[in-house]
C-alpha cells in the first residue's frame, strides 16, 4: 500500500519524476506588522485608509498617513517616532524617489528605514 494521501495516490507514473524544492522561512509576527513606512499604489487591493485604520487599532497613533500627488503613490503612512526625527517634508519625497522605480499602481511597499542621528557640538573653553 502507498504512504501517500488516497488523493495522490492515483497519479500517474509520469509524473512521478517531477521534483519540487520548497525553501520556507518561518519568523515571528511581529506587531505592528509596519516597521518604518508602507507606500501604497493608487489600485492597490487594500487602500491606505483602510491599513491606516488597521494599523491604528493595532498601535494607536503610531503612523501617521499622508495623500500625495503622484501618477503611481496614492498615499504614505510613515511611523511617527521617525516623523520625529526627520521631517516629512523631508522623508516623504526620498520615499517616492525610491519607491517609483520598483512598484506599479496596484503595489504597496514596505519600508524598513534605520535612523541614526549624528550630533556634534563644539564650544569654546
Known sequence: ??????????IDDATHNA?????IRLSRFNLPPVQS????GKQASIGSRAIGKAL???MPHAFQRFEVE??????VLIREAHLR??????????????AEGFM????TLHFEIDLE?????SFEL
Open 1 to 10: 500500500m502507498s504512504d501517500l494521501p488516497p488523493a495522490m495516490s492515483s
Open 104 to 107: 506599479t499602481a496596484s503595489d
Open 70 to 75: 503622484h501618477p503611481l503613490v496614492e498615499a
Open 117 to 121: 542621528v549624528l550630533i556634534r557640538e
Open 56 to 58: 491604528d487599532e493595532m
Open 85 to 98: 526625527r526627520v521631517p516629512a517634508a523631508r522623508l516623504l519625497p526620498v520615499l517616492l524617489r525610491h
Open 37 to 40: 513606512a508602507l507606500v501604497v
Open 19 to 23: 521534483r519540487v524544492d520548497m525553501r
